[in-house]
């Protein structure tokens, strides 16, 4: 959570790839000004390289959040097993591998912890998992940080089926939905998320499609300042499985509009407290 962590040592610079020393020199850590969507390319990302499948709207909407972070010099990932750790271990910035179904219990204790060890210096935790680590097996340990109004944000990378593992249908998969491990079509209707958020109290909920690359990393950044101070947020993202879905390549972005536009339209819900707070922080960033 320092450049220490990337800062190689006396001697071994000039062996390490240039994109290695990027990171250090050209990276968006500790700058006054921070990276904008519209400035992708012109500095060192966080996640550039990655083993997804080619057009995977997940990889996409992942390197958008860490785009949005507020400082991901003082940023962790609690993530689990899913495709979305494939990328998110790859990025760089300190990465928490939980056991399957526990990673808002993981991302509390942590929470708590550094709260502790740096109380003069906010770290921003955020859990980044599955609709099948979060919703399914992870339903126990979600809804309770949210109950107890822990201060870190889940992000729920929402594709819909388990598609690390052969196909098979999660509680977030549409009602009727054939895949190779449900044949005979989703029986249930999809799990209302946004809806126990609300129940849950959730001081900061967003519905959001990988659509529109800017709104991405701003509700990022949003979802993160109240989880800082605030309390609990939650953003569900529609991040499409091309291949368990048989999407081609290159309609992976027009399946996301598609959707979008039927029943994943952008939708934010944030507590009064969490407006003031963002009204706030949002009026000092204009004037800077």
């Not at 909407?61 to 990328?87: K, Q």
């Not at 822990?150 to 690390?164: A, Q, R, S, W």
């Amino acid at each position: 959570m320092s450049l220490a962590n990337l800062t190689p040592s006396p001697g071994f610079e000039d062996w390490l790839p240039v994109e290695y020393k990027d990171l250090v020199n050209e990276g968006p850590y500790f700058r006054e000004k921070k990276p904008k969507v519209s400035d992708m390319g012109k500095f060192k990302e966080i996640l550039e390289e990655h083993p997804m499948c080619a057009g995977c709207a997940m990889t996409l909407f992942i390197r958008l959040t860490f785009i949005g972070l507020p400082n991901p010099e003082h940023s962790i990932i609690v993530g689990t097993a899913g495709c979305g750790r494939l990328a998110i271990s790859q990025a760089s910035i300190p990465f928490i591998y939980g056991n399957y179904g526990d990673t808002n219990a993981v991302a509390s204790g942590l929470k708590h912890g550094l709260d502790i060890r740096f109380p003069n210096q906010p770290k921003d935790v955020l859990v980044m998992a599955g609709d099948g680590g979060l919703i399914d097996i992870g339903f126990q340990q979600l809804m309770h940080s949210w109950f107890r109004k822990e201060k870190f944000t889940t992000i729920m990378l929402d594709n819909e089926v388990y598609g690390n593992t052969g196909g098979q249908e999660s509680g977030m998969t549409q009602h009727g939905k054939i895949l190779k491990m449900a044949p005979r079509g989703k029986t249930g209707d999809k799990i209302d998320a946004l809806g126990l958020a609300k129940v849950a109290g959730v001081d900061y909920i967003a519905r959001i499609a990988p659509t529109n690359p800017s709104r991405v990393a701003r509700t990022v950044r949003r979802a993160v300042l109240v989880a800082r101070e605030i309390g609990s947020a939650y953003i569900q993202a529609y991040t499409s499985c091309n291949i368990e879905y048989a999407i081609p390549t290159p309609e992976v972005m027009q399946d996301a509009f598609d959707v979008e536009k039927e029943r994943y339209g952008f939708e934010e819900i944030i507590s009064d407290r969490a407006k003031e707070y963002l009204k706030e922080i949002e009026k000092k960033d204009k004037k800077k």
